[in-house]
């Protein structure tokens, strides 16, 4: 219609100009007023036309505009579910538009770093008065006093939407936020020097045991917990990688972990003789940390590191000298890109537009894996369960995109009870489904799991999807929004903040030191 009009107009001007020139007679007013209309035009017209073809191209599906509730109510099954995956055709408007093409787009967006971290709020100032008073104390009476502290902290109200820290995520909100400040008012922690490169003092920092690496790296480069006074020290760290340990003294297949246990024995038997601290208190106030699967084991070679050191280990399985209450399960993390540990975190899509209920993908090892997929391979649509993702699959949808795609993220255990899965899932905004016996969930002195997983028990497997569908809708949408807010919690940043993942585990490690410290009732 609208080159039509214009024409018409150019046509009737035209008209005009050349009458008047055959009675050599021109209107300056009417050519002066047919030239602005055709400027006008020939300014708004191609901007109509390109902004109507650009909704046509990029326009928003209809499935968009229903409401969040209506859609919701479609989760509990595929068939339906997936009805909503697809766009609508677009072919009455622009039939070269195919409602395939859509998703590919979707997904080069949403492979790019989508997390934004929000800072934490800045510290409670801490009044002179009280400095003094921390100060004049031993380290002993220190963590008498920070423990006096936390047996009577003061309720607060963190279910807000403006509080960081968000209530229903951990078990007892109030003791946590009060032993976090005491931490970060009293806490000083002594890093032994001893020991060479590259089993001391180097970080492994990607791949599946990156977690005891990063660690490393942010706890010796830390300026507010660490100390060069001994003395003035609440806790030693024995800074090894249990990693690197690993690459330097096992020999391939040889099922032999007797050399790692003798040269652990003697690093430890070195640090007690050449400084008081290890006989103070026969290691209880000294922690190492470790992610390979060995770590437990490794330590069985010295009475007092088995026995009584603060482990902060992966392979958390109650079964394997794992103390619940003394040690602390750390978190997984798989790392695969140093300069960009967040990167591909976040980003998971809308609940209404998850296609799959459950997945899983990976090697095939341990005891509950081969079961896994034995029963639940190519047996239903709902759930996308694989040994490695075949490379058909992932042609199509990549691993990432795969757990953010699915309501039920299935982290069964490996050789061991741990798995990075659990993490993965938190990152990639997929409820985490926990199968793993005896497994002492991370950070659990603090958070309450239950909140943002599932735990099934390894007999259940054949009910698995029988005890998801059973989940209410209310409940699921609660668990994936703590899922989303727990994820602050879980992050390696490179610059460390509060409450991220160095600070938490620091946290779990200070907090069970308190639990071990009796006070007198007198």
């Known amino acids: 219609m609208g080159k039509k009009r214009l024409k018409h107009v150019s046509i009737a001007v035209i008209k005009e100009v050349i009458r008047c020139f055959t009675w050599r007679k021109i209107d300056l007013t009417k050519l002066f007023l047919a030239g602005a209309v055709m400027s006008i035009a020939g300014i708004l017209l191609p901007t109509f036309l390109l902004a109507y073809r650009s909704n046509i191209r990029f326009g928003r599906s209809p499935i968009d505009n229903l409401s969040h509730r209506s859609l919701n109510g479609f989760m509990h099954s595929r068939k339906n579910s997936t009805q909503l995956v697809p766009s609508a055709p677009f072919d009455s408007l622009n039939s070269s538009i195919k409602a395939k093409e859509r998703p590919r787009r979707v997904r080069r967006r949403q492979n790019v770093d989508t997390l934004k971290v929000v800072p934490p709020p800045p510290r409670t100032p801490v009044s002179r008065s009280l400095q003094r008073y921390l100060r004049s104390l031993s380290s002993h009476e220190a963590l008498l006093y920070a423990k006096r502290e936390i047996e009577h902290a003061p309720l607060v109200d963190n279910n807000g939407n403006g509080s960081y820290l968000y209530a229903p995520l951990f078990r007892n909100v109030s003791i946590f936020q009060r032993s976090y400040e005491l931490m970060e008012m009293i806490l000083k922690v002594y890093i032994y020097p001893d020991g060479k490169k590259p089993i001391f003092h180097h970080p492994h920092l990607v791949g599946i045991y990156a977690s005891e690496g990063w660690f490393m790296r942010l706890m010796e480069a ?163 369960i694989y040994g490695p993702l075949p490379v058909r699959v992932a042609r199509n949808m990549s691993y990432i995109r795969h757990m953010k795609s699915s309501k039920y993220c299935i982290c069964p255990m490996g050789y061991e009870v741990n798995s990075p899965r659990i993490i993965e899932a938190i990152y990639y905004e997929c409820v985490p489904v926990i199968i793993a016996d005896n497994f002492v969930l991370p950070l659990s002195e603090v958070l309450e799991w239950n909140a943002f997983s599932v735990t099934v028990a390894e007999i259940d497997i054949p009910r698995l999807k029988e005890i998801l569908l059973a989940i209410p809708l209310k409940r699921y949408l609660k668990m994936l929004m703590n899922v989303k807010m727990v994820q602050k919690h879980f992050l390696w940043n490179p610059s460390p903040m509060r409450y991220d993942m160095f600070h938490m585990i620091l946290h779990s490690i200070w907090y069970n030191r308190l639990n071990q410290i009796q006070i007198s009732q007198s």
């Not at 006074?229 to 007797?258: I, M, Q, T, V």
């Not at 209880?284 to 603060?310: K, Q």
């Open 222 to 384: 830390n300026r507010e917990f660490v100390t060069k006074d001994p003395e003035k020290a609440h806790l030693f760290y024995l800074p090894y990688s249990s990693r690197k340990l690993g690459l330097a003294l096992y020999k391939p297949n040889s099922h032999n972990l007797k050399p790692l246990t003798i040269f652990l024995r003697d690093y430890v038997n070195m640090i007690a003789s050449n400084y008081p601290f290890w006989n103070r208190t026969h290691g209880s106030d000294h922690f190492l940390v470790a992610c390979h699967d060995w770590g437990p084991y490794i330590t069985t070679g010295h009475m007092e590191l088995r026995d009584n050191t603060i482990k902060a280990l992966c392979n958390a399985d109650l079964k394997e000298n794992f103390i619940a209450g003394r040690d602390v399960s750390l978190p997984e993390t798989a790392i695969r890109n140093v300069r960009r540990p967040l990167r591909n975190i976040g980003g998971g899509i809308r609940v209404s537009q998850r296609p799959i209920l459950a997945f899983f993908a990976g090697r095939m090892h341990g005891r509950v894996r081969p079961r896994l997929v034995k029963h639940w391979r190519n047996k239903d649509e709902d759930m996308k």
